[in-house]
């Protein structure tokens, strides 16, 4: 079977992130421009108005596969390792935005596992759309929809992986 490349491009709805921003009245942005380290590369987002101690937050959102093979290894130390070593790549990589913003790296495994920092991240992201609703379970739903965005993503996946096998037999 052909090995399954992830890339964060093939998510359905890749506006979900910056909807949950929205719901708590935080205004973003989607890949902020002048917002760049040297080599050109932009976080995902950022928001428009401080986010903690004065500085704007900065996001990046990864999606990685524990069964790749070059993550194999890792993924059998601990359920959500994959996640945390991916989220210590993504930090390495924003270091010179960290004077002046926020970087918080979001990683997911495609089997569930979310880094340790994200968990945190998007219990208070809850606390803050609660507070704008008014309605106490609105950060148990950002969770239960990262759920189902992963869901959609892995079937998306499955079914890439299983045309693409099929037209590999056809030829």
């Not at 993550?71 to 070593?85: C, I, K, N, S, T």
């Not at 803050?128 to 189902?148: K, P, Y």
């Amino acid at each position: 079977m052909a090995s399954i490349a992830l890339s964060v491009n093939v998510i359905p709805d890749r506006s979900a992130r910056h909807h949950a921003f929205a719901s708590a009245g935080i205004p973003a942005i989607k890949e902020p421009p002048g917002l760049s380290r040297s080599d050109r590369k932009r976080p995902n987002g950022l928001t428009l108005i401080p986010w903690q101690a004065g500085k704007a937050l900065s996001w990046e959102v990864t999606v990685v596969c524990p069964l790749a093979e070059s993550y194999v290894d890792v993924a059998a130390q601990d359920a959500g390792a994959v996640a945390e070593l991916a989220a210590s790549r993504k930090s390495a990589k924003y270091t010179e935005l960290e004077s002046c913003y926020l970087c918080q790296p979001i990683v997911v495994e495609s089997l569930g596992p979310l880094n340790g920092s994200v968990v945190s991240f998007l219990s208070g992201l809850g606390q803050r759309i609660t507070e704008v609703s008014g309605e106490d379970s609105e950060g148990s739903f950002l969770f239960q929809r990262l759920s189902v965005l992963i869901q959609r993503f892995n079937a998306v996946l499955l079914h890439d992986c299983i045309i693409d096998e099929v037209a590999g037999n056809s030829r």
